[in-house]
């Protein structure tokens, strides 16, 4: 069975300052990961995948993940935050196929950061 | 996702009632997806559907039904047996292989 733990249910941080958020994760094989972020009442929006190849991935709106197989962790990061990231953020991984697979999501983590 | 319609945004279920929540895509994708949002718990699985006329249930199928009689929609039956209906619920849809899911803005449903 795979899973995805997210340690932490909020993390906190001034703008300007790094983020990082946390994940780890099992599956059987080598991993699809993804990172989503969730505003107030909207669905989930796709950030960043890592499938294969460098294990830093660059994403959308100036977030990238690096990719850590001996620690089994994808942890989201961004060099300066702003006030507007402020949401709700959800790493997920799913077992590789040219097919479809199932995603299974982490329980979320709230970003808050302060002016 | 502008491809992906859920409707209503807001529902609300009286005691004993069947209520059906829709999705519909205009992404041309091939598998479809139903997830229950409660707060800290993240997104767990209902059912999905590969392909039309065919699904399969997910971690937390009782309670619910499906149909995909149409590659573009996956309507969402919340049955009177889904004792706990109250949550956020989130459709999504996904091209295969390695790309992402895409998901609709999602209904939020309660109890009256």
């Known amino acids: 069975a795979q899973s995805v733990a997210q340690p932490e249910d909020q993390v906190n941080v001034a703008e300007g300052n790094p983020l990082t958020v946390k994940c780890t994760y099992s599956?059987?094989?080598?991993?699809?990961l993804f990172w989503y972020v969730q505003y107030p009442n909207r669905g989930l929006q796709f950030l960043l995948k890592?499938?294969?190849?460098?294990?830093l991935v660059k994403g959308s709106y100036g977030f990238e993940a690096e990719f850590n197989k001996s620690q089994t962790s994808f942890h989201l990061k961004k060099p300066s935050a702003l006030v507007s990231d402020s949401a709700l953020y959800f790493c997920a991984v799913r077992a590789p196929t040219s097919g479809y697979s199932t995603l299974t999501f982490g329980k979320g983590t709230m970003l808050l950061v302060s002016p | 996702d502008g491809g992906i319609t859920q409707s209503p945004k807001y529902l609300f279920r009286k005691e004993g009632q069947n209520v059906t929540l829709s999705c519909e895509q205009n992404?041309?994708?091939?598998?479809m997806y139903w997830y229950r949002q409660d707060p800290g718990q993240g997104l767990r699985l209902i059912y999905y559907?590969?392909?039309?006329?065919?699904?399969q249930k997910g971690d937390i199928a009782e309670g619910y039904s499906v149909s995909r009689e149409k590659k573009e929609s996956f309507p969402l039956t919340v049955t009177s047996a889904q004792k706990n209906p109250t949550a956020f619920y989130l459709c999504?849809?996904?091209?295969?292989?390695?790309?992402?899911?895409?998901f609709g803005d999602g209904t939020r449903l309660s109890i009256l």
């Open positions: 890592y499938i294969t190849g460098d294990n």
């Open positions: 599956v059987s094989g080598n991993p699809y």
């Open positions: 559907s590969q392909i039309v006329n065919d699904f």
């Open positions: 999504a849809t996904q091209d295969p292989g390695n790309q992402p899911q895409h």
């Open positions: 992404l041309n994708h091939d598998a």
